[in-house]
C-alpha cells in the first residue's frame, strides 16, 4: 500500500536576477512519483521565460522547462495532478529557476514532491 510523503520547498526568485537556486532539501527514501510547483498566475513575470528543473549536487535529476509545465492540474485525483516521475530519494536535492532576463519583481512559488515511502 502506497504511503504518500509530501516535501516542499519554498523559492523565492529575486527581482533582478536572472538565476535562483534553493537550498540543499533532503528527499526521505524512497521514490519520487510526482512534483507540482504553486505558484500565483498573476506573478509570473509576463513576458518573461521562467523555467525551473532540479538538480543534486549540480547533476540534472529533471530537466529545465517551463514552469507552467509543472503547475499541478485539476485533473482527476489530487496526486494525479502532479507531473509524473519515478526516481530514487533518498538524496539532497535543489531547485533551480532561470529567466531570459532580470525579473522586475520577486517572484514566488512552492516546489512539491510527492514522494512514495513504500518504494526504494
Given amino acids: 500500500m502506497e504511503q504518500i510523503k509530501y516535501e516542499k520547498v519554498t523559492c523565492v ?3 533582478g536576477t536572472k538565476f535562483f537556486e534553493s537550498e540543499r ?4 527514501r524512497g521514490k ?7 505558484f500565483r498566475d498573476s506573478e509570473l513575470p509576463q513576458g518573461t521565460l521562467v523555467e525551473i528543473g532540479i538538480f ?11 514552469i507552467k509545465s509543472w ?9 494525479m495532478g502532479y507531473r509524473p516521475f ?4 533518498n538524496r539532497n536535492v535543489t531547485v533551480r529557476a532561470v ?13 512539491i514532491f510527492a514522494i512514495d515511502t513504500t518504494q526504494e
Fill in 13 to 15: 526568485f529575486q527581482a
Fill in 25 to 28: 532539501k533532503p528527499l526521505p
Fill in 32 to 38: 519520487c512519483i510526482g512534483i507540482a510547483a504553486f
Fill in 56 to 66: 543534486d549536487g549540480g547533476v540534472e535529476v529533471a530537466e529545465l522547462t517551463h
Fill in 71 to 79: 503547475e499541478k492540474s485539476t485533473a482527476g485525483t489530487y496526486l
Fill in 86 to 89: 519515478g526516481f530514487d530519494c
Fill in 99 to 111: 529567466s531570459d532576463r532580470n525579473l522586475g519583481t520577486d517572484f514566488k512559488f512552492q516546489v
